[in-house]
């Protein structure tokens, strides 16, 4: 079993940043597939960006160049740095993980998931 909670999420202006991070306890950490995901109302969930062990990385093209997904195996933790923010980034992140190394876009691939945290942009 492995639990994920994260921190990080708040209210920040349009060209703002973030830093969202995802402490994993439970099972080995660094052989897991790790991403986040996110779901604005009223729209379904959407994959973020996605890191494997071998540090492969995968990003949504609407967050391509904006965000950094990277991890801390000392500390079984992975982040989320979101610069540029725009309002339409604005919605509930949540972080994921399942294991092994292939980086699923679809969210009822991963096996675990975090609570949530809210993330607003205003313009």
């Known amino acids: 079993q492995v639990q994920l909670v994260e921190s990080g999420g708040g209210l920040v202006q349009a060209e703002g940043s973030l830093r969202l991070s995802c402490a994993a306890s439970?099972?080995?950490?660094?052989?897991?597939?790790m991403g986040w995901f996110r779901q604005a109302p009223g729209k379904e969930r959407e994959i973020v960006a996605g890191l494997n062990s071998g540090d492969r990385t995968y990003y949504a093209d609407s967050v391509k160049g904006r965000f950094t997904i990277s991890r801390d195996n000392a500390k079984d933790t992975v982040y989320l740095q979101m610069n540029s923010l725009k309002p339409e980034d604005t919605a509930v992140y949540y972080c994921?993980?399942?294991?092994?190394?292939?980086?699923?876009?679809?969210?009822?691939?991963?096996?675990?998931w975090g609570q949530g945290t809210q993330v607003t942009v205003s313009s």
């Open positions: 994921v993980s399942t294991p092994g190394v292939v980086l699923y876009m679809t969210p009822t691939k991963y096996d675990y």
């Open positions: 439970g099972r080995t950490f660094r052989s897991y597939v």
